[in-house]
């Protein structure tokens, strides 16, 4: 089925599209067979819509670093009247900036950087940044985790078939151990596509496929990794964006950006060291919907105060997919984490 409503001639997700990445989202490398008996059409037809998706790059897969392995930074970047889009696209060519998004207010664009430790993470804020002379002022926020938000679905499977996508990897090992130089090129490997089969991974590395699931399904069931699946978000109904400065008792800042990284709008919420000691990332139906937000902030959680609220005008960069302005995927830069000590050896 191919939808007749479109935005600016772009034909928008329709229902078949979004059942088929939500489950996506919920198991991004889940078969197409298992999923035949969820969504009720042949796995041909599963393959063919995805395949159809990605060819519109309006979907696609990837791998994300989590866990105790995953430190990270948020950048705020002022810059010179007129210099935001360039600033913005230098910042996104970088393999360890995740995520770039032009904003309104004090501070014209932000930028989600990921490293797998605090030693790199100050190398980045040091002497990995790309601060021209367009740059007038930056702010910076370490964080040692996320919250939630990071794997966000659009909710429309119901319990019973959210049960059935859901992959089970079995219990974690008892010990845990930093990643090795082939864990680290297994992440890389898989940055473009997170449904890259094992066969082909395998080929990259020069090993075995039973190597490559054995490896990934010991870095899952660790919590290091774990799979993603984006849409152009403009096509699937998300039309704003904003981003919350909050401060929250400190004994509570755990349980509470939990709860509020479950939201449905959330897409990004992890603790920082600054001034504030929350940020919240959410994706809006229109600019209007960010009021219900703060109204909910105020009802659920009286004793958390707005220190700042920003609209994105417009996404640059989604974990390592440069996108336009509906959202839909131009370039693959994929995620490096480990690149600039690459850069510094």
């Given amino acids: 089925m191919t939808s007749s409503v479109s935005l600016g001639g772009v034909p928008i997700l329709n229902e078949t599209d979004l059942a088929l990445t939500d489950a996506l989202q919920l198991n991004p490398r889940v078969s197409w067979t298992a999923l035949s008996e969820v969504l009720e059409l042949s796995p041909v037809t599963l393959a063919r819509r995805w395949q159809a998706l990605v060819r519109a790059r309006t979907a696609w897969t990837c791998i994300t670093l989590e866990g105790p392995s995953f430190r990270g930074a948020i950048i705020e970047v002022a810059c010179k009247p007129g210099t935001a889009v360039d600033v913005a696209a230098a910042f996104s060519a970088l393999p360890h900036?995740?995520?770039?998004?032009?904003?309104?207010?004090?501070?014209?664009?932000?930028?989600?950087?990921?490293?797998?430790?605090?030693?790199?993470?100050?190398?980045?804020?040091?002497?990995?940044?790309?601060?021209?002379?367009?740059?007038?002022?930056?702010?910076?926020?370490v964080y040692t985790g996320m919250l939630g938000g990071g794997r966000w679905r659009h909710g429309v499977l119901n319990r019973a078939q959210c049960e059935q996508v859901r992959s089970d990897l079995g219990p974690p090992p008892k010990e845990l151990r930093p990643l090795s130089v082939d864990d680290r090129a297994l992440y890389v490997a898989l940055g473009r596509d997170g449904r890259?089969?094992?066969?082909?991974?395998?080929?990259?590395?020069?090993?075995?496929?039973?190597?490559?699931?054995?490896?990934?399904?010991?870095?899952?069931?660790?919590?290091?990794?774990?799979?993603?699946?984006?849409?152009?978000r403009p096509l699937a109904g998300w039309h704003a964006m904003a981003m919350l400065w909050l401060t929250a008792p400190d004994a509570e800042v755990g349980g509470i950006g939990r709860a509020i990284g479950e939201w449905r709008e959330t897409?990004?919420?992890?603790?920082?060291?600054?001034?504030?000691?929350?940020?919240?990332?959410?994706s809006l139906r229109s600019v209007e919907q960010l009021e219900e937000i703060v109204l909910r902030l105020a009802a659920e959680y009286p004793q958390v105060t707005i220190a700042e609220r920003r609209l994105v005008l417009r996404q640059v960069k989604v974990h390592g997919r440069l996108v336009d302005e509906h959202g839909r995927s131009t370039e693959v830069i994929p995620v490096d984490p480990w690149g600039m000590l690459a850069g510094r050896a």
């Fill in 267 to 282: 897409r990004f919420c992890a603790p920082v060291v600054g001034r504030t000691n929350l940020c919240v990332i959410v």
């Fill in 196 to 232: 890259r089969s094992y066969t082909e991974v395998a080929q990259d590395l020069g090993t075995s496929p039973q190597v490559v699931k054995r490896r990934l399904d010991r870095l899952q069931r660790r919590g290091e990794v774990a799979f993603r699946c984006d849409v152009a």
């Fill in 97 to 141: 900036v995740a995520t770039v998004g032009i904003t309104v207010g004090e501070y014209d664009l932000f930028a989600l950087v990921v490293s797998p430790t605090v030693d790199a993470i100050s190398a980045v804020l040091l002497d990995g940044l790309p601060i021209t002379p367009d740059v007038t002022r930056v702010s910076s926020h």
